[in-house]
């Protein structure tokens, strides 16, 4: 089987040697890969005197290093964790055992932190999670346990089959919303997660990026359930339209007459608006149909050794 470690790493020069060398213990017959995108601080030169395979992404934003990861990179197994020391490298055989053994696409590492570490997954990032995955949950089906881990073992069809359109944090989102919309066999297992090590700035910022996560969401939904979304609009332009138009139709069935002209053609355009939302929806619905075809036809057709 050939194994590829995928490491997008942005001014993580503290880290990035410890975390190459314990993927390199942990799976001997892999090749890690640093993707190292416009860092500074000299991350490329660490990670390559570490063993890894560098290579740089100009186009700041993780979800920019990933899609050049995805198009670069050929394997049957992909391991994809952050350069920052927070995965522990040691159950990456384990997950690898369960993704062959139990013919699954991808299995996600559940963060869970020690007692006694508590400041390495914080209460408040914690809840926000919990929070966007019932989100995801309620909007397309089923959902996993941590939709933002970034640490995950994927097949060669799943990574293949996947059109990486995120440019930054929101990419652990497509990559479970691909799962659930393609209806693809997928796990989870346990993993311990740290803190940083001293001297490490996590690039996360909570609320900047949880705005931007939630509008991905949305823009997935459109997406992927167009239908749904336009429906929701029409109707939501068809109750708006009745209540603004009511008073002027009990006036007309009273006197005959239409008093309040432009609240009419107000009301009208409403209504014409919803029913333009809905013919939308149809149609965005077949293109999203055959985007979804599109998508199981190349998940089909990269087959990785373990499916031979």
Not at 190 to 206: G, M, Q
Not at 262 to 271: E, M, N, R
Request: with cysteine.
């Amino acid at each position: 089987m050939n194994v590829a470690v995928l490491l997008p790493c942005y001014n993580e020069a503290v880290a990035i040697a410890k975390v190459v060398a314990d993927f390199r213990n942990a799976l001997p017959q892999a090749t890690v890969y640093v993707y190292d995108n416009a860092s500074t601080d000299g991350t490329s030169d660490v990670a390559r005197k570490a063993g890894a395979v560098v290579r740089r992404v100009g186009a700041k934003g993780k979800g920019n290093v990933i899609r050049q990861m995805f198009a670069d990179i050929e394997a049957d197994i992909y391991v994809m964790a952050d350069g920052d020391d927070t995965y522990d490298a040691t159950v990456a055989p384990g997950m690898i055992e369960t993704l062959q053994t139990e013919d699954l696409d991808m299995v996600v590492g559940i963060r869970v932190s020690e007692a006694t570490d508590m400041a390495a997954y914080r209460t408040g990032h914690r809840l926000g999670n919990q929070l966007f995955t019932a989100l995801v949950g309620s909007l397309f089906g089923r959902s996993f346990t941590d939709i933002f881990s970034g640490y995950r073992i994927m097949t060669r069809r799943f990574v293949k089959s996947f059109p990486v359109t995120s440019r930054g944090f929101e990419i652990e989102t497509e990559l479970t919303i691909h799962a659930l919309d393609l209806g693809l066999p997928v796990g989870e297992r346990p993993v311990s997660y740290r803190s940083r090590p001293e001297d490490s700035v996590s690039k996360l910022r909570t609320y900047r990026d949880g705005a931007r996560i939630l509008l991905a969401i949305l823009l997935f939904m459109k997406e992927v359930h167009p239908l749904r979304v336009f429906t929701l609009v029409a109707v939501l332009c068809t109750l708006a339209a009745w209540v603004i138009a009511w008073p002027v139709i009990a006036e007309f069935m009273h006197t005959g007459l239409v008093p309040r002209l432009p609240t009419a053609v107000l009301a009208t355009g409403l209504q014409v608006s919803g029913l333009l939302a809905l013919a939308c929806g149809l149609i965005l619905d077949s293109v999203a149909r055959g985007r979804k075809e599109l998508k199981r036809l190349f998940y089909v057709l990269h087959r990785s050794k373990n499916t031979d």
